[in-house]
C-alpha cells in the first residue's frame, strides 16, 4: 500500500496527464482561418512560414483578410503575410511565474500537509515533504506553462507530395 503522500503526488500527476491529453484536440478545427479573424489587436503571435519561403515572425497582430495577415514587428513596421505561405499562427501567451507559483503552493501544501499528522509534525519532516511538493508544483507548473504558454490559433494542411516519374 502507498503512503498516503505519494497517493496525492500520483493523483496530482493523473490529473496534470488528463489536462494536457484534452488540450489536444483534432487538427480540423485548426485549419479554419477564421479563427484568426477572431483575434484581438495587439495579441503576441509566431508566424511560421512553410519551408522554404522565410523565417518566423515574432509580432503583434493587426488585422487579417482572406488572403492575408498583417501585423506589427517590434521595430513598428508593418508586414503583410500572404495565407498561401504561412504554416501555423500561433498566439503567445505570457505566464512566466507558472513554475515558481507550482513550487510555491506545492511547498506549502505539502508543508502544512505534514502537520495533519502526529508522526511527521517535525520541522525536518515539513521540510522534507515540503521539498517533495515544491518539485511535483514546479513539474505541474512547468506543465502549465508548455500547455498554455502557446495556443495553436491556425495550421495549415499539410502541402501534399507530388511524385516525378514515368507513369
Do not use: C
Not at 488540450?23 to 477572431?38: N, T
Not at 503583434?60 to 506589427?72: F, L, P
Not at 504554416?87 to 495533519?116: C, E, P, Y
Request: charged letters at 25%.
Amino acid at each position: 500500500m502507498l503512503p498516503p503522500m505519494l497517493k496525492i503526488a500520483a493523483l496530482a500527476l493523473a490529473a496534470a496527464g488528463a489536462v494536457a491529453a484534452q488540450s489536444r484536440d483534432g487538427d480540423e478545427p485548426l485549419r479554419d482561418w477564421g479563427r484568426v479573424h477572431k483575434l484581438r489587436p495587439d495579441q503576441q503571435l509566431v508566424i511560421r512560414p512553410f519551408k522554404g519561403m522565410g523565417d518566423k515572425v515574432l509580432a503583434t497582430y493587426i488585422s487579417s483578410d482572406a488572403t492575408r495577415i498583417v501585423v506589427r514587428l517590434k521595430n513598428d513596421q508593418e508586414l503583410e503575410i500572404s495565407k498561401d505561405r504561412i504554416r501555423s499562427v500561433i498566439r503567445r501567451k505570457r505566464m512566466r511565474n507558472a513554475v515558481l507559483a507550482g513550487a510555491g503552493a506545492g511547498f506549502a501544501v505539502m508543508a502544512l500537509w505534514t502537520t495533519a499528522f502526529p508522526d511527521f509534525a517535525q520541522p525536518f519532516a515539513a521540510l522534507l515533504f515540503g521539498g517533495v511538493g515544491a518539485g511535483i508544483g514546479a513539474a505541474t507548473g512547468g506543465l502549465v506553462r508548455y500547455i498554455g504558454h502557446n495556443m495553436i490559433v491556425y495550421r495549415a494542411a499539410k502541402p501534399s507530395r507530388r511524385r516525378s516519374g514515368v507513369s
